[in-house]
């Protein structure tokens, strides 16, 4: 993935597995784990992904800025401190609505081909 | 320290050294969490499980980030700008392409006997080689041209020869190492370069044609 784009659409399209792990961060700055559980919460368990999966594209999503790692931490007490945060930077969640707008228009296209019904 | 995570420690280290050092412990706090879980879940047969949603995972993605981390750096030693390291990498590759020819020829031969085969093999991979070698810098149209007549003259006349099995068992170096120090000549590689490719290819060629003579 290339370093950071002024035009999100420059990284279209996006794996389901990246798409995925920048909604589940969307929601607020989660720790590797979380993020896998988060994945597999939002796909109602069809799309799980391993430490390897993960942190390979969490490497690639922070070396194209659309991630970086948390500086707060939350309650040692609370948590494992040697855990890492992570959180959409300004370009990563300009980089999912980019993907959000082309997934529309994709089902557009298909309701417009009568592939699926408007309901479906 | 249970055994799986021991085992995944181990499959850890097949990472890229950099890649496992920035986030390395932080895939084995995800397995170890993983496992609670699935331990949680599933008392008995948790762990296979567990394995079964993490060994494909480990594996494709060793692979992954093994090529990215090859790539890069073989890019980077390409486009670097010393020019005799990049002259070594072109060589290295250019060596490699015709030692898998030769490998590739001596199997063929060895266990089928195609000889035709055998001999567009042969062909082919040095072709290949002569384009990689093209890339070392100084080899224009002209030597590649020459390679490719220098490489037919060698092989084509196997397509008359009353026996050419026995003509391949009995010349040893084949024309493979006279080409390839023909061309490292002509594109002026460095000497570490020649002397690494040209010695590493003439030892397995003999290597090889002793396997075919069955010696």
């Known amino acids: ?120 | 320290m249970t055994s799986s995570q021991r085992i995944y420690r181990i499959l850890v280290h097949f990472y890229p050294k950099a890649y496992r050092e920035e986030y390395g412990a932080l895939m084995e706090q995800a397995f170890r969490d993983l496992e609670r879980d699935q331990q949680k879940a599933d008392a008995a047969f948790g762990w296979l499980r567990l394995w079964l949603c993490v060994l494909p995972d480990a594996g494709a993605s060793i692979v992954s980030m093994q090529v990215t981390h090859i790539g890069g750096r073989l890019m980077f030693m390409v486009n670097s700008q010393n020019l005799q390291f990049r002259r070594i990498i072109w060589g290295i590759l250019a060596a490699a392409v015709i030692l898998l020819g030769i490998l590739f020829k001596t199997l063929l031969l060895r266990e089928q006997g195609a000889v035709q085969l055998a001999l567009l093999v042969s062909v082919g991979s040095c072709i290949a080689a002569v384009l990689l070698f093209g890339m070392m810098g100084r080899l224009g149209g002209w030597y590649i041209g020459a390679a490719m007549v220098v490489v037919l003259s060698l092989y084509v006349p196997l397509l008359w020869s009353d026996d050419p099995y026995r003509w391949l068992r009995q010349n040893p170096l084949t024309g493979w190492t006279v080409i390839l120090l023909g061309f490292m000549y002509l594109t002026n590689p460095s000497r570490t370069a020649v002397l690494l490719a040209a010695g590493g290819l003439a030892a397995v060629n003999i290597f090889t044609s002793l396997l075919v003579s069955g010696l």
Do not use: N
Not at chain 1, 32 to 54: D, N, Q, R
Not at chain 1, 104 to 111: I, N, Q, Y
């Open chain 1, 1 to 120: 993935m290339p370093e950071k784009s002024a035009d999100p659409e420059s990284l279209l399209p996006l794996t389901p597995a990246v798409f995925y792990i920048l909604l589940a961060l969307s929601e607020g700055e989660m720790h590797g784990y979380a993020i896998m559980h988060e994945v597999s919460a939002l796909t109602e368990g069809k799309l799980k992904i391993g430490p390897g999966t993960l942190y390979g594209a969490i490497s690639r999503l922070v070396a194209a800025r659309l991630i970086e790692e948390s500086d707060e931490r939350p309650d040692p007490t609370l948590d494992d401190e040697r855990r890492r945060y992570y959180r959409l930077t300004p370009f990563g969640k300009s980089v999912a609505s980019a993907e959000t707008r082309r997934l529309e228009a994709l089902v557009r296209t298909a309701r417009a081909k009568r592939l699926v019904s408007e309901f479906a």
